[in-house]
């Protein structure tokens, strides 16, 4: 991780102060709100929140991250941002840190709603800056930020700066809740005080008063254009004739200033800056190796002191970046000047950081110097680490820059992608690239460990992909097939790990013990935190089975002492030591204890593609729902499960099978019988009897006005409209026998 994207830009030489400012942010930008500040290119936002950063009292409470580009990617843009949270605070964001490389889940989600909770825990506030979110495009990125904006709590100060308005954030809202402050372009344009101030330290001779705020009302305050015409205007005698020629709004004073800034320069500046101007970042080193020089450290000191754009990106001044309207205008100098060196830079680049173990840089400038090859080579090993890292999205973006056909000629590269779609939980895409990979490792002059890797490897993948979709008795084959073939340490590993799952699917457990053993000897001191926990959880449940819970628990311990090791715990495969506990926890009758580990076994598992683990834990909560009354519970995850397991062609074995599990229906609530008084009773029973209202009367001594009295308060007591209703009722519901003490009206 590149820490100057973490590190807000250093104080350029001459450099306004610009108090007031500082003071308003002091002053508004509170915990609790949302800070906007929007303004193009040049407006001087990022120096204005650096110096409030440098002077906001606690100044060690702000966290800073520049977007850029390359971070249209959720896991990479909140690796960033957590990043910039740990460094105001230790442990700050570890949860969702974790939960950024887990398969499965989403910035959304997940990761955002986790961070909302520590942040919510914090007992001192904490300041978040987001430098040039207008290049952050991703739909799902812009989403995961809108929901931190929605719910921010009273100890975060977050604050985002952009050249463009952010379309996806809930502004309106804020602005109506007075939650909000806002800085535009006329909020960061210089006073005339201020312009007075910074042409004084940049010319050699002051302009006049007069002088001063002509140029001041042209620029209309804007902090890169006067910096841009002090440059200009340096080397002319007569400052009142030049400050006359500037004219026009902002973009052609920085095309037209700028053109004049890079005229005057010597040839070996003027090469330096636009052969550099490819990086986004620089370094003396990175800029010897990109221009094939050996002159980086003086031209760069020699920029910076002629206040060039050039930005310092840490406190010791080794890493800088230009002030990106500068940058735009030296691109275009090097695609007019010398158009086919472009690549070459790009390429040098790339070398540069893939030795210095930079992949996210060394693919984006491979990918830009349009070195197939090299890029190929770059993706093809590193595709996978940064996939697991949680930057899906990324790799994804290589692939498609690549193409289709260039993927499918290398093995290595067919190899990566069926493993990322595996990763995705795709497994009709896992077999069709693992076919790729294999067709493609015939072709003559391939090297023999490179061919023996990708079969074995396919045969992995393809035991997966038969897993994840239920067919059980194909993923033993494939299994016993990658143990076969000469592989890797890693592939082998692998191979024995998924030979005992399955093996376990099919019920054999002593069997499984084997492949199991081999896959952990294999692992140790190896670093593979995954395969162990899947091996010590698998055997976890089956000693869970055999209700052997002390031996359940120890599997289950190590187990959880593995997933901590490089985020495991928060992985799909987490899944199996949960359960463990869980099943063990039923077999002791403690079924609310039960509950929580399938709940959690259950929230891991909807990360990822296993259809038959997902059965299994849905049927044991339907189990502990029925034990703990709640049918309509147990109902709905028993359906669910059984909907499943249809589209699985061989399950196996199931320690909770849905299909041997009966949920009994509600008790149908019975209706207490309505509260007759006797004389009720005896008239009901003689309508039933088919008497009519005058015969009920003569029966019982009473008046046919009294039995419609009585008739009328039966019909609600007993839920009917008339007397047909009231018959079949009497018919239905014979009155119990034995007195009645009650009231006869």
């Avoid at 974790?98 to 520590?118: E, R």
């Avoid at 593979?528 to 359940?552: F, K, N, P, S, W």
């Avoid at 509950?595 to 076994?601: L, S, T, Y």
């Avoid at 309508?687 to 209202?693: E, G, K, M, N, W």
């Amino acid at each position: 991780m590149l820490r100057t994207k973490l590190t807000p830009p250093g104080p350029q030489p001459g450099a306004l102060a610009r108090a007031e400012m500082v003071a308003r942010l002091d002053a508004e930008m509170l915990p609790g709100r949302l800070g906007l500040v929007v303004a193009p290119a040049g407006w001087g936002k990022s120096a204005l929140l650096a110096s409030w950063c440098a002077q906001h009292p606690p100044r060690d409470r702000c966290g800073w991250f520049s977007a850029d580009d390359a971070d249209n990617d959720p896991g990479r843009f909140w690796t960033y941002v957590l990043a910039a949270l740990a460094a105001v605070q230790p442990g700050l964001g570890d949860g969702a840190t974790q939960l950024l490389s887990a398969p499965g889940t989403t910035a959304l989600g997940d990761v955002v709603p986790a961070l909302l909770n520590d942040l919510a825990e914090q007992s001192e506030a904490v300041a978040l800056i987001i430098d040039d979110y207008q290049t952050v495009t991703h739909r799902e990125v812009q989403d995961s930020v809108a929901l931190l904006v929605e719910r921010i709590p009273p100890t975060l100060c977050l604050i985002i700066a952009s050249r463009t308005q952010p379309s996806a954030l809930p502004i309106a809202r804020w602005r109506g809740r007075g939650r909000m402050v806002e800085l535009t372009a006329a909020d960061l344009a210089l006073t005339l005080g201020e312009t007075t101030e910074l042409l004084a330290r940049e010319l050699p001779t002051p302009p006049t008063v007069e002088d001063a705020a002509r140029l001041h009302e042209r620029t209309e305050g804007w902090v890169a254009g006067l910096h841009l015409a002090a440059l200009s205007l340096r080397r002319r005698r007569d400052l009142h004739e030049a400050i006359g020629e500037i004219t026009g709004d902002n973009r052609r004073i920085g095309d037209y200033l700028a053109g004049e800034v890079l005229a005057r320069q010597p040839d070996e500046l003027r090469a330096f800056l636009r052969r550099t101007s490819i990086l986004q970042r620089l370094s003396a080193p990175l800029c010897d190796a990109t221009t094939a020089g050996t002159d980086a450290v003086a031209m760069l000191a020699r920029i910076e002191r002629d206040q060039l754009f050039l930005i310092p990106l840490d406190d010791r001044r080794r890493w800088y970046r230009y002030h990106h309207l500068f940058a735009d205008v030296l691109r275009r100098d090097l695609e007019q000047t010398e158009p086919a060196l472009a690549a070459v830079l790009h390429r040098r680049a790339a070398d540069w950081f893939a030795v210095h173990d930079s992949p996210l840089e060394a693919v984006g400038h491979a990918l830009a110097g349009g070195d197939t090859a090299q890029a190929a080579e770059l993706i093809a090993v590193h595709s996978m680490p940064v996939c697991l890292q949680g930057q899906v999205d990324t790799v994804l973006g290589w692939f498609g820059a690549l193409g289709e056909d260039v993927c499918r000629a290398d093995p290595r590269l067919g190899m990566a992608r069926a493993m990322v779609a595996g990763a995705g939980g795709h497994p009709v895409e896992m077999v069709r690239w693992a076919d790729l990979a294999e067709q493609a490792a015939v072709s003559p002059g391939l090297p023999v460990d490179l061919v023996t890797s990708v079969h074995a490897g396919v045969a992995v993948t393809r035991w997966g992909a038969a897993y994840f979709s239920g067919d059980v008795t194909v993923s033993v084959r494939h299994a016993r097939a990658a143990i076969r073939l000469p592989a890797d340490i890693r592939t082998l590993r692998q191979a024995y790990a998924a030979l005992g799952w399955s093996l376990y699917r099919k019920g054999q457990f002593r069997e499984a013990q084997a492949p199991f053993g081999q896959a952990m000897l294999l692992s140790q001191d190896r670093g593979d935190d995954l395969t162990i926990m899947v091996t010590c959880g698998i055997q976890a449940i089956i000693a869970a089975a055999e209700g052997r819970e002390h031996d359940a628990e120890a599997f289950a311990v190590r187990a959880e002492g593995a997933s901590r090791g490089h985020s495991a715990g928060e992985h799909f495969n987490a899944w199996c030591f949960h359960f463990a506990r869980g099943w063990a926890a039923r077999g002791q009758a403690e079924p609310e204890r039960a509950q929580g580990h399938f709940q959690r076994a259950l929230e891991l598992l909807r990360r990822g593609p296993m259809r038959l683990e997902t059965v299994e834990v849905l049927t044991a909560l339907a189990l502990t729902d029925r034990q703990l009354g709640r049918i309509d519970s147990a109902t709905d995850r028993l359906e669910e499960a059984r909907g499943i397991l249809e589209h699985c062609p061989d399950p196996g074995y199931l320690l909770a099978d849905p299909r041997a599990v009966q949920i009994p229906p509600p008790p149908v609530p019975t209706r207490s019988a309505p509260a007759l008084t006797r004389r009720e009773s005896e008239i009901l029973a003689l309508i039933a009897a088919a008497l009519s209202d005058q015969q009920v009367a003569e029966q019982l001594g009473i008046s046919p006005r009294t039995v419609h009295a009585h008739l009328r308060s039966i019909y609600p007591k007993i839920g009917v409209r008339g007397r047909v209703g009231a018959v079949r009722y009497a018919l239905n519901h014979p009155p119990p026998a034995g007195p009645r003490h009650d009231s006869v009206g």
